[in-house]
């Protein structure tokens, strides 16, 4: 999806901005303001967020989310991937728990090994939007106000009605 945030100065630009894209017919998928730190939060039309709880602008939580989905598939593989090597060696680590006792130890541990190696994967993978969302967190430190529009792929944001609020920065993240 075709993400795009604005960096502005006031939140009177941002509402102004949405009201004009709503208007225009523009459909947006989604719509988040983020407002500096020492800004009041919930006043006026959009309700403000705090820029750790939005999701595309907190690497953090988009490592936590990229985690939990390889280790959907880590874990099934590594407990398979143990099992089957517990039962083609010749190796007796856990024959006190009988034949299937001990494949299904070796499945735990290759389990295990799944999950820890997800962890792994997902820290050490970047995300391509790694540099627009430092950008982003530090124009965030200089007390701007973020807007994040999602709009549906391939249908482009109006850019008349943008560059009529003034934006300071516009920074397109990838396609997410």
Not at 17 to 45: F, I, K, Y
Not at 111 to 129: F, I, K, R
Request: hydrophobic share 45%; charged share 20%; net charge negative.
């Amino acid at each position: 999806m075709p993400v795009c945030v604005l960096v502005l100065s006031e939140r009177d630009a941002a509402e102004n901005l949405v009201a004009s894209l709503r208007e225009a017919g523009t459909h947006l998928l989604r719509v988040a303001l983020v407002a500096p730190d020492d800004e009041p939060a919930s006043s006026g039309e959009l309700t403000a967020e705090r820029i750790d709880e939005v999701d595309l602008l907190n690497p953090s939580l988009t490592r936590t989310k990229r985690q939990r989905s390889m280790s959907r598939w880590l874990m099934p593989f590594g407990f398979l991937a143990g099992a089957t090597f517990t039962q083609i060696t010749t190796l007796d680590t856990f024959a006190r728990f009988g034949t299937l006792g001990e494949m299904v130890l070796g499945g735990l541990l290759g389990l295990g090994s799944g999950l820890m190696g997800s962890y792994a994967a997902a820290a050490s993978v970047p995300s391509d939007n790694e540099d627009g969302v430092r950008i982003l967190r530090n124009r965030h430190k200089e007390n701007a106000w973020l807007l994040l529009l999602e709009t549906r792929p391939g249908v482009e944001l109006p850019w008349t009605l943008v560059q009529k609020v003034r934006p300071q920065q516009v920074v397109r993240l990838s396609d997410v």
